[in-house]
């Protein structure tokens, strides 16, 4: 059995910085792309940032410039180093993973509450 654990979420201020964390467990033989989604109040879940193995990168648009995806690979870890934080960041952040164990196959985490506010 696979699972993905989320930690680092919590309460910031704007402008400030948090940083999450994703630690994939199991009988797992390979992991490819690595992703945060987002999921606001009333709002569908969003691509946050992508990572492949080779650690290529991909943002969206609203986070470019102020999120910073990065995985270990030796650790099954995928971060978001969050900067700049501004309250439309507010959600909760879910990791997701494409991972083999030992067929290919989607994974979520638990969701961790990012809340940006003064």
């Known amino acids: 059995q696979v699972q993905l654990v989320e930690s680092g979420g919590g309460l910031v201020q704007p402008g400030g910085s948090l940083k999450l964390s994703c630690a994939a467990s199991g009988n797992i033989i390979s992991i490819y792309n690595m992703d945060w989604y987002r999921q606001a109040p009333g709002n569908q879940r969003e691509l946050v940032a992508v990572i492949t193995t080779g650690g290529s990168t991909n943002y969206a648009d609203s986070v470019k410039g102020r999120f910073t995806i990065s995985r270990d690979n030796a650790k099954n870890t995928v971060y978001l180093q969050m900067d700049s934080l501004k309250p439309e960041d507010t959600a909760v952040y879910y990791c997701?993973?494409?991972?083999?164990?030992?067929?290919?196959?989607?994974?979520w985490g638990q969701g961790t509450q990012v809340t940006v506010s003064s």
């Open positions: 997701h993973a494409i991972i083999r164990a030992p067929i290919p196959q989607a994974y």
